[in-house]
């Protein structure tokens, strides 16, 4: 049975840092694409950043490119999310996802197979 399990989240002021941590089970972790995706209320959900542990590719959306560093474990099948910088537009449930998507692929949720439940960040001003 395939598991994604979002741990990390939180309240935090804005400024402040928070780390989100996926464990996958239940596939291969090299042969996945693992993705951060975040969804604010009223708003679609939306990539934040992915990685392919097979050969160590990152992506970033825009808007967290040099404050969020996405990281992989490859031998305890995790991921990591390190949020610098937080902003009140941060705030969103955070979700972790797995899928095969190559590329930029990864962060197009249409693209994953797997899904986590979420885990809450909300930065406040």
């Known amino acids: 049975e395939v598991q994604l399990v979002e741990s990390g989240g939180g309240l935090v002021q804005a400024g402040g840092s928070l780390r989100l941590s996926c464990a996958a089970s239940g596939f291969t972790f090299d042969d996945y694409a693992i993705g951060w995706f975040r969804q604010a209320p009223g708003k679609e959900r939306e990539g934040v950043s992915c990685i392919r542990s097979s050969d160590g590719s990152t992506y970033y959306a825009d808007s967290v490119k040099g404050r969020f560093t996405i990281s992989s474990d490859n031998a305890k099948n995790t991921v990591y999310l390190q949020m610098n910088s937080l902003k009140a537009e941060d705030t969103a449930i955070y979700y972790c996802?797995?899928?095969?998507?190559?590329?930029?692929?990864?962060?197009?949720?249409?693209?994953?197979?797997?899904w986590g439940k979420g885990t809450l960040v909300a930065s406040s001003s």
């Open positions: 996802a797995a899928g095969s998507a190559t590329g930029w692929g990864c962060l197009r949720f249409m693209a994953m197979d797997y």
